[in-house]
């Protein structure tokens, strides 16, 4: 019998409390348990239980050990789960959101391509503006662009995501072009609306580090393109990701300012709520969005320079 074998039954007996109680269990006679255990004992140099003739307990040693085996075993157990299920093709209900401006630019697309290198998972995607418990709805992945923020949920870093304030050059040259945040209290911002917002706060960075302040205006929505539309039109500033207005800021309908004063801790992440042990359809579909990013120049590291009023 192995280590690792021994190993085994000694968590048997502390779960049980007594070497009939796991011989029972294992089928073991508790003559044969109490010689594995002190063959174990033996091999670790450490007594493992106190005994008497009407008790046992385990030393503190042995309570630590009983942890240690168990972080052992349960990763022996991952480990060998893990190997079975990736050599199975990944299979499964897989259920995604995103935003709605991503998934029109991006995620739609990609996701027709996905599905036909992996038709055995069943991609149910929902796009919405808002944000979503991903716990309660049972979502698998969210894919989401911003700061970061504390959460229980697992993240990856997908991509660059940096953040600027976007408007049309018909706006700033009728309304100015703010050169500090402070000044945003002169300007009418276009907001995205949450359930339950009653205050719009955008985030800024200067030489006093981060901070945020409350903007207003006279347009909010809860989709993200109408404000887009809304910017392209002259009606106010947005808060927008560089690849959410790319095409416009290439086509000169949009122009960034107060570029000094964003986060640069913005990034395209996917949300996942497991740990160590990623379901093989959710892995592969992160590793297949991370590496079509790659080859979208709207999510490069190296950004084309803004263009500033």
Known sequence: MSLFDDMGVFIRVMEKGSFSAAGRALRMSPALVSSRMARLENHLGIRLFVRTTRSMNATEAGKRYYEDCLDITRRVDEAQSRIVEEAQSPRGVLKLTSS?????????????????????????????????????????????????????????????????????????????????????????????????????????????????????????????????????????????AYWEVAEEVKAGKLKAVLTDYMPGDSYLTALFPYGRHMPPRIRVFIDYLSAALKNDKRFSADLPKISIL
Request: glycine fraction near 8%; hydrophobic fraction near 40%.
């Open 100 to 240: 709605t401006s991503f998934g029109k630019q991006f995620l739609n697309a990609m996701i027709a391509d996905f599905s036909e290198a992996y038709p055995d998972i069943q991609l149910q995607y929902r796009m919405t503006d808002q944000l979503v418990d991903m716990l309660a709805d049972g979502m698998d992945i969210a894919v989401r662009s911003g700061p970061l923020v504390d959460s229980s949920l697992k993240a990856r870093m997908l991509a660059p995501c940096p953040r600027y304030i976007f408007a049309a050059p018909s706006y700033l040259k009728q309304h100015g072009v703010p050169s500090d945040p402070h000044e945003l209290t002169a300007h009418n911002c276009l907001l995205l609306r949450f359930p339950g917002s009653r205050q719009f706060r955008w985030q800024f960075t200067g030489t006093e580090g981060a901070y945020d302040l409350a903007v207003h205006g006279n347009l909010d929505s809860n989709n993200g393109d109408v404000l887009t539309d809304w910017a392209v039109a002259g009606r106010g500033l947005v808060l927008k």
